[in-house]
């Protein structure tokens, strides 16, 4: 047998393996990472699935590209910019943390409609049981997934989640290039001062 036969035959063996897999994990070691969240939270803020980096080291939103810190503390939810490895105390000001799929990818867009779908009944679970007053889905993709809509808006949804507000706001990913760093601010800041004036 040839060399260059045995190398096509584990090629064609390695495809046939990946295909099997409906959803092929980035690296089998990464652990799940975790949702900060308790009951009767203001905001629960939903990424669409974490990050290699941010399931490697156990922390949301810790890609060096990532804006979501910054835009936070910039929009006014956080009275200082906490740092990735510090998420947890976001509970201080009454904010959660979690995500839709629990997959962690290098490109949201690298998840199967299969992924969401699978993930909608825990999801709904979780807010359930926690009831935040409202759900932040950030980027349309996960609400538009679960919510089955054609068309979503930017701000606030007129329809509740599980019994929560839900509001759509630009992802904070820094793959995201339709938003500036001040547009985001704007974006978040407008939600902020909705919750502080009382209208929501």
């Not at 939103?61 to 740092?83: E, L």
């Not at 609400?143 to 599980?162: D, L, N, R, T, V």
Request: hydrophobic share 40%.
């Amino acid at each position: 047998m040839s060399t260059e036969y045995f190398k096509i035959n584990i090629y064609i063996a390695a495809v046939k393996n990946l295909i099997r897999s409906p959803f092929p994990k980035e690296n089998p070691e990464l652990p799940m990472l975790k949702d900060i969240m308790a009951k009767d939270l203001t905001v629960v803020f939903c990424g669409i699935n974490p990050g290699l980096k941010s399931a490697a080291e156990g922390h949301h939103f810790s890609g060096r590209s990532n804006r979501f810190w910054k835009v936070m503390h910039q929009a006014g939810f956080t009275p200082y910019q906490i740092g990735a490895e510090n998420d947890t105390r976001i509970l201080d000001f009454g904010y959660g943390l979690t995500t839709a799929v629990a997959r962690a990818t290098s490109r949201a867009d690298e998840l199967s409609k299969e992924e969401f779908d699978n993930s909608l009944e825990l999801f709904k679970t979780k807010i359930t049981r926690f009831q935040p007053k409202y759900i932040v889905f950030l980027g349309k993709a996960a609400y538009q997934a679960f919510s089955k809509k054609k068309q979503i808006k930017w701000g606030y949804q007129a329809e509740e989640f599980c019994g929560s507000g839900v509001w759509v706001l630009p992802n904070t990913s820094g793959l995201n290039r339709g938003f500036t760093l001040d547009a985001l601010v704007e974006s978040y800041r407008e939600l902020y001062d909705e919750i502080q004036n009382g209208k929501l």
